[in-house]
Nanobody
Framework: QVQLVESGGGLVQPGGSLSLSCAGSGRIFSIDVMGWYRQAPGKQRELVAT???????NYADFVKGRFTISRDNAKNTVYLQMNSLKPEDTASYYC?????????????WGQGTQVTVSS
């Protein structure tokens, strides 16, 4: 089974930048869709961005033009470059791998990394 480990979170001032990484163990295939989600306390987990094996990307409206998702299949790693950070970006950020199967789609999650944007 796939294991995902995020890194790169921390405290940053508004307008600053952070780069998150998610390293996977176990084979990651091009058919797998990888993504980043975030969750603030008391709120639902929400999509930030996804990327397919062919590098097609999808972004939530609130991060378009500010965040960039990328992946390196050879390194089993997905990245999230976050620029122009806002206080409302404060949340735990989770790496996700979605694997399609015949019986049911499988989701794998990392443990999360905290991003805090504050002056």
């Amino acid at each position: 089974q796939v294991q995902l480990v995020e890194s790169g979170g921390g405290l940053v001032q508004p307008g600053g930048s952070l780069s998150l990484s998610c390293a996977g163990s176990g084979r990651i295939f091009s058919i797998d869709v990888m993504g980043w989600y975030r969750q603030a306390p008391g709120k639902q987990r929400e999509l930030v961005a996804t990327i397919t094996g062919s590098s097609r990307t999808n972004y939530a409206d609130f991060v378009k033009g500010r965040f960039t998702i990328s992946r390196d299949n050879a390194k089993n790693t997905v990245y999230l470059q976050m620029n122009s950070l806002k206080p409302e970006d404060t949340a735990s950020y989770y790496c996700n791998l979605r694997r399609p199967v015949v019986s049911a789609t499988s989701d794998y999650w990392g443990q999360g990394t905290q991003v805090t944007v504050s002056s």
